[in-house]
């Protein structure tokens, strides 16, 4: 059974930094892209960052500036997701995905972040 | 950056309708196309991929069609569990972009 859990999610302040991080289990992390989706309190779903499986390709949306840097360690299948200069427009769920253009198409239940003095 | 228009953005069915949702692409993206639903409180649940495929273990009520510019989600008999909100998602090029979600009510 695929399972992947989120956790580093809470409380921070505005300008600062959280990481995130995603265990993977019941396939093969290694050989899979993983992406991060995040949904702000009441909207929709917003794509955030991809990297292969390698970790040769990373993306990002537009409107994370630089801000945001996704990473995975394959030999402890997990995926992670470090966000700095924290602003209110980043508070929201955060959701770890595999691979979604094909298998597996799996997503945790998320954790969520909240910016706020 | 392609955008995606999902429509409807709600709509209201009774048990045993047939539901249909469309999202339209800015520019072709073949069938790079994703359905997700999305119940309340819950994490998204992928339901079809390749515009066309069904995701194993979801049931065959459900349906995607199209390629290019237009794609359709298909609900063929509305059941109880099945409201819920629904979002598409081009991957064809980067960045991804999701639709704006339909959110089905009774």
């Known amino acids: 059974e695929v399972q992947l859990v989120e956790s580093g999610g809470g409380l921070v302040k505005p300008g600062g930094s959280l990481r995130l991080s995603c265990a993977a289990s019941g396939f093969t992390f290694s050989v899979y892209s993983m992406n991060w989706v995040r949904q702000a309190p009441g909207k929709g779903l917003e794509w955030v960052s991809s990297i292969s499986s390698s970790s040769n390709y990373i993306y990002y949306a537009d409107s994370l500036k630089g801000r945001f840097t996704i990473s995975r360690d394959n030999a402890k299948n997990s995926l992670f997701l470090q966000m700095n200069s924290l602003t209110a427009d980043d508070t929201a769920v955060y959701y770890c995905?595999?691979?979604?253009?094909?298998?597996?198409?799996?997503w945790g239940q998320g954790t969520l972040v909240t910016v706020s003095s | 950056d392609i955008q995606v228009t999902q429509s409807p953005s709600s709509l209201s069915a009774s048990v045993g309708d047939r539901v249909t949702i469309t999202c339209r692409a800015s520019q072709a993206i073949r069938d790079d196309l994703g359905w997700f639903q999305q119940r309340s409180g819950k994490a998204p649940k992928r339901l079809i991929y390749a515009a066309s495929s069904l995701q194993s273990g979801v049931p065959s009520r459900f349906s995607g069609s199209g390629s290019g510019t237009e794609f359709t989600l298909t609900i063929s008999s509305l059941q109880p569990e099945d409201f819920a909100t629904y979002y598409c998602?081009?991957?064809?090029?980067?960045?991804?972009?999701f639709g704006q979600g339909t959110k089905v009510e009774i």
């Open positions: 995905a595999t691979e979604l253009r094909s298998y597996p198409g799996y």
């Open positions: 998602l081009q991957h064809d090029n980067y960045p991804w972009t």
